[in-house]
């Protein structure tokens, strides 16, 4: 297997699990609505802190294209509790599928979490170095 894919696999599954973890420990299903009180602390750090630590693990652990990876972690951890929430977590089968976790507020949580995601997976990259420039003598990379 090309490092690079094994890197990029690393990578995306650090930053699920994280994702994952940070969804745990701070007791949050982003995919829920309950009312105006589901906008508490808690909910803020899950959809933009966590996801910026996990889009910033994944582009320091890939390198360059990291920013672009670092969106897989956030898309695989929602889609995945959405569809647990929808299908398995539902008490009654004949529930409409949109009934408890509504598409309409998913989507935009989705973008807030890929955004924050991207944006920490584009810090992650300055944070690195891929984008310092070669010195024209003896390939030293500048620091500038």
């Known amino acids: 297997m090309n490092s690079r894919y094994a890197k990029g696999f ?3 599954l650090a930053g699920s699990v994280l994702i994952y973890l940070g969804d745990k420990a701070l007791g949050v299903n982003i995919e829920v ?4 009180s589901t906008f508490n602390f808690a909910w803020m750090l ?9 889009g910033f693990l994944v ?5 360059l294209g990291g920013k672009w990876l670092a969106c897989l972690p956030p898309l695989i951890v929602r889609c995945t509790s959405f569809v ?6 539902n008490s009654s089968a004949d529930v409409d599928m949109f009934f ?17 995601a991207n944006f920490g997976g ?9 984008y310092r420039r070669p010195s024209k003598e003896n390939n030293v990379v500048v620091h500038s």
């Open 10 to 12: 690393i990578a995306v």
């Open 33 to 36: 609505f309950t009312g105006i």
């Open 84 to 89: 647990y929430l929808t299908y398995f977590e």
């Open 46 to 54: 899950d959809v933009f802190l966590v996801p910026f630590i996990a």
């Open 100 to 116: 408890l976790v509504p598409l309409s507020y998913w989507g935009p949580c989705l973008i807030l979490v890929v955004e924050a």
């Open 122 to 130: 584009i810090i992650g990259e300055v944070v690195k170095g891929v």
């Open 59 to 63: 582009s320091w652990i890939f390198g």
